[in-house]
T-cell receptor
C-alpha cells in the first residue's frame, strides 16, 4: 500500500500570514499531485494540481513539488479566516489513474 | 447544475439490515468511486468504476458491494452492515479515471450502524 503522509495539525496561523502545508508520498513513480480543501462537514474540493517539479501559483495558493525528495507542499499567502479547513493531499497510486490515495489531511486554523 | 447527488444524507440503522446508498451524477462522467472517511484515516477508496459494467475494488472493499448498470448511477450496497461500517461516505466522479481530472464529490452520507 502506497502512502501519503501529512501532519494532522492543527496548524494555527494569524490572519495575513503564510500557511505552509506539507505532504510526503512513498510512490516514486507518481506523476501528478493534488490538493483538496475540505470544510468541516462538507465534501472535498480540488484547489490545486501540480505535475512538474517546481512551483505552481494560482492566486494566493502556491503548490511546490520536489519529486526527488517525494515532497509536495501548499503555501497559502495572506491567510484568511475563510481558509480555515482541512487540506488533503492526494496522489494517484502507481503513477496511474485508477485510484487516488489521500493523506489524512492537515487542519488549518487561521485566527483574526 | 453539474453535481453528484447522494442519498440519504444521514442514516441510523441496525446491524444486519441491508441498506443502499445511491449516487447519481449528471456530468456524463465515466469514472465513479466510493470513499469512506474516518477520523485520522482520511479518505479511503472502497470501490471504483471505470465505466458501465466495469467495477474494481479499492483499498477497503470488505462488506460492500457496488453496481454500475447505467453511466450516471453507482449505488453502494451494504448487505449486512456492522458497527465498524459507521462512517462518512462520499461518492465522486470525474471525466477520466483517478486523478488526472478533478474529482467531483457528493455532499456525503453519514451512516451510523448500531
Amino acid at each position: 500500500q502506497k502512502e501519503v503522509e501529512q501532519n494532522s495539525g492543527p496548524l494555527s496561523v494569524p490572519e495575513g500570514a503564510i500557511a505552509s502545508l506539507n505532504c510526503t508520498y512513498s510512490d516514486r513513480v507518481s506523476q501528478s499531485f493534488f490538493w483538496y480543501r475540505q470544510y468541516s462537514g462538507k465534501s472535498p474540493e480540488l484547489i490545486m494540481s501540480i505535475y512538474s517539479n517546481g512551483d505552481k501559483e494560482d492566486g494566493r495558493f502556491t503548490a511546490q513539488l520536489n519529486k526527488a525528495s517525494q515532497y509536495v507542499s501548499l503555501l497559502i499567502r495572506d491567510s484568511q479566516p475563510s481558509d480555515s479547513a482541512t487540506y488533503l493531499c492526494a496522489v494517484p497510486e502507481g503513477g496511474g489513474y485508477n485510484k487516488l490515495i489521500f493523506g489524512a489531511g492537515t487542519r488549518l486554523a487561521v485566527h483574526p | 447544475e453539474a453535481q453528484v447527488t447522494q442519498n440519504p444524507r444521514y442514516l441510523i440503522t441496525v446491524t444486519g439490515k441491508k441498506l443502499t446508498v445511491t449516487c447519481s451524477q449528471n456530468m456524463n462522467h465515466e469514472y465513479m468511486s466510493w470513499y469512506r472517511q474516518d477520523p485520522g484515516l482520511g479518505l479511503r477508496q472502497i470501490y471504483y468504476s471505470m465505466n458501465v459494467e466495469v467495477t474494481d475494488k479499492g483499498d477497503v472493499p470488505e462488506g460492500y458491494k457496488v453496481s454500475r448498470k447505467e453511466k450516471r448511477n453507482f449505488p453502494l450496497i451494504l448487505e449486512s452492515p456492522s458497527p465498524n461500517q459507521t462512517s462518512l461516505y462520499f461518492c465522486a466522479s470525474s471525466l477520466v479515471p483517478g486523478g488526472s481530472q478533478p474529482q467531483h464529490f457528493g455532499d456525503g452520507t453519514r451512516l451510523s450502524i448500531l
